[in-house]
């Protein structure tokens, strides 16, 4: 599987692909010259709906629609994702979740660590991931996203 870079404007594209699984930046600066230079340097897939910017770079894959969910279905369909790698990955800041048990969690999480001996946790972020309500709801999200 590649790995991506997803362009400005993709950014709840990119959350939902790192719930996928699939390793996916996002540009920290606005230079689409230093975007290209990354993307070429550690061999990255650029996605982006700016057909300029798709023009210049080989690995570049052109989003048709402007919608999110069409452009996940997109991208799903020319790299298919690998479902055991759902849910491994921080939307937030790509990092891969590590398990740790819930008894480490500070304050505040009672109703979690009454319902899970472990969950995971982003080591960028910190933040936790548990399967909750949204949970589900993301996962039928895209198992809809998948099959249809
Ligand atoms: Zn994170």
Redesign the pocket.
């Known amino acids: 599987m590649p790995k991506f870079m997803a362009d400005h404007m993709l950014g709840r594209t990119c959350r939902w692909m790192r719930i996928m699984g699939y390793d996916t930046q996002y540009p920290k600066c606005n230079s689409d010259n230093d975007i290209l230079k990354k993307c070429m340097r550690e061999d990255l897939v650029l996605l982006t709906r700016d057909y300029e910017f798709y023009k210049r770079y080989p690995k570049s894959v052109f989003l048709n629609s402007p919608d999110f969910k069409a452009q996940l279905k997109q991208i799903t369909e020319m790299f298919p994702p690998d479902p055991d790698l759902f849910f491994t990955r ?6 891969i ?1 590590r398990v740790v048990e819930t008894k480490t969690m500070g304050e505040g999480f009672d109703l979690v660590k009454s319902r899970f001996e472990t969950v995971k946790q ?6 936790y991931y548990w399967e909750g309500s949204h949970y589900y709801r993301i996962r039928d999200e895209i198992n809809e996203l998948i099959k249809g």
């Open positions: 921080c939307p937030e800041c790509n990092a979740l982003c080591p960028e972020c910190g933040k």
